[in-house]
């Protein structure tokens, strides 16, 4: 009888683990197809056989540093040390803890000058006061990735930063627009509420500051134009980047503009994000950067026109 009860148990624990593979696998198809095929949201580079995946938080971060980095006329190493320095300090999060009073994506501390918890919480001013440290590192373009943040951050653990040097490099690439169509973000479906071109507007001036805008794109909402098409869609003109050290360019300028709105995509409900002959959408995310559709398109590469969800 004992070997009965032992075969009935083996055959009921082998019909439970079958089920239970079974619901798992009905659970990953339903949230493949909640996300479009892609599972979580995840943001990606891909550039000179390399890739580099990171999460839509750390993604807007890491879009932030760089348009701090652009809106500052820096190179690109700079934006790469940067970028580098924040993945070994948070991770690319903001924190509201750390060693001692260690806050923000940078670690910096309120007791040493840096600023207060407010300001050093807020992204756009955390990437600034490190870049206004980093650019007094005289050569600092030219030193070891180590040894420049080392100089800004004082770090009792100076060659940590030296491991992310490689995936800061590839991140920079794309988001400083070298690399075309290298940064992309796959998206959830939205909850249904719409997108303010105005909270947009705000966003990218904030961050690439009032020169990224021309003066009519300060008007009301509406019509055609910088204003937006249908009170949706917001279009920035591509200026080359002020006074800077690297390659200037309306192409390089406008994959910038065109990978800061993908990586900001799901925070201000961005719903599509064109540039040439190219065009991210949120509905097809997983798709990445596809060739437009527009007749129109790549005929000139005059703006980035962002549209928000309706």
Known sequence: ?????????????????????????????????????????????????????????????????????????LPERAVTIALATAMQESGLRNIHHGDR????????????????????????????????????????????????????????FPQAYAKHEPDASLLSSALTGRVPAAFSCTRSPGDGRPGDVSALRAKLTREFGAGVLPAVAAGPVGGTGAGGAGGRTLVVPVQPVPASAQEDGPGRRGWELASWAVAHAAELRVERVSFGDRVWTARNSAAGWRESEDEAAGKGQAAVRITTAQ
């Open 1 to 73: 009888m004992s070997g009965i009860t032992v075969t009935r148990r083996g055959r009921l624990m082998r019909t439970v683990t079958a089920c239970a593979v079974l619901l798992a696998t009905v659970g990953y198809v339903i949230a493949q197809w909640a996300t479009g095929g892609t599972g979580a949201p995840r943001c990606t580079v891909r550039a000179d056989g390399e890739s580099y995946s990171l999460s839509p938080e750390q993604a807007v971060n890491a879009a932030t540093i760089s348009a701090v980095g652009s809106s500052r006329g």
């Open 101 to 156: 009073d260690s806050l923000g994506l940078f670690q910096q501390r309120p007791t040493q000058g840096w600023g207060t918890a407010g300001q050093i919480t807020d992204p756009v001013y955390a990437a600034g006061k490190f870049y206004d440290h980093l650019v007094q590192v005289r050569g600092y373009s030219r030193l070891p990735l180590t040894v420049a943040a080392q100089k800004v951050q004082r770090s009792g």
